[in-house]
C-alpha cells in the first residue's frame, strides 16, 4: 500500500503497474493452460464412459 506521505515518483508508479500487470498475465496464461489441461481430461473420461 502506498501512503500519501511516501515520496514516490512517476517512474516508480508505472514500473510498479508495469510488474504487476506482467504478473496478472503470466497468472492468466496459467490459468489457461490448467483449464485446457481439465478439458482434456474430462474428455479422456467422457471417451471412457462409452
Known sequence: MIREDDPVDEATITNRNQDRRRQI??????NNTNRSQIDRCSERKE???L
Open 25 to 30: 498475465e503470466e497468472s492468466e496464461k496459467k
Open 47 to 49: 471417451g471412457l464412459k
